[in-house]
């Protein structure tokens, strides 16, 4: 589902796309914003899950519809980069004129190649010389290669440049707040489910499937739009009893502290039956209040203490 998001009208769901259940997240997005260009619905940014990003995504939505694709692109996994002490791939210069790339000691690569990686993906593969190399004091930081030279492995330039500064980016707090209105469709899906059956298909097919889910989004944006009217705001994420106890552990409980454990002592009743108390909490006008349960190990049944 794609809904807007701005905060100055309803949410509404513009757009729906149902896909067979092995179609992945990466593939749809091109058809989802071919499909909003279509309807003249292109939005200026678009939040997406990890899923729906890839570089080569974020650069043709630019190029091809003036989609600015906001989501976390995936992070630098080489062991430079994971043990912040080596010489990632940020460490190089790279001079895409010349189509040479140099190292944090000034050494210039001696060759550059242009390949597909395992998933048929342009990569550019430049490599040092092994020479310069092993006589660099500073080889245990770029690389474990007992004999060979560095290596380094690029996207086409686009996309290489873009990659580099979403990653930049993405770790600051601005963009981690602009992003997370994206959390939003989370209470879209969760609202599709609990109040109109979106999980439950009512027909065989997926043609059929497909047209439950426009007349369900169709449905939704009714409602929303009569909310939008009448004024009625927009329900909060839920938490659950465990959850809101956790954030109210200062609040006072009926019976125990906060700081009491939540699986009691076993202990023997008069009978010789053996048992637990779990204290299980209760959330009673926004405070946690913990509230004793027994578990009858013999009985098999859960009775309240007290």
Known sequence: MTETCDTDSPHLIINVETTSAPVSDSAMTALIHQ??????????????????????????????????????????????????????????????????????????????????????????????DRATCADCFKRPQCTRSKAGPREIMMRPQAQHKLLQTRRQQQATDTWRAHYGKRAGIEGTLSQGIRAFGLRRCRYIGLPKTRFQHVVTALAMNVARIDDWLTGRSFAKTRRSAFAQMHFRLRSPCRRNSAAVSLLGAPRTDPRGRVSRTWLLPRVIDGEAHIRPWMKDTRLGKVVVVG
């Open 35 to 128: 499909t909003l260009a279509d309807r003249e619905l292109s939005p200026a940014t678009h939040l997406l899950d990890a899923g729906y990003v890839d570089a080569e995504i974020v650069v043709s939505s630019l190029l091809d519809h003036n989609i600015d694709v906001v989501g976390p692109v995936l992070a630098d996994t080489s062991w430079q980069a994971t043990a912040a002490e080596g010489f990632d791939i940020s460490s190089f210069k790279i001079d895409w004129k010349v189509k040479q790339a140099t190292c944090p000691q000034g050494q210039v690569t001696s060759d550059w190649a242009i390949r597909r990686d395992n998933f048929g993906n342009d990569c550019v593969d430049v490599r040092f």
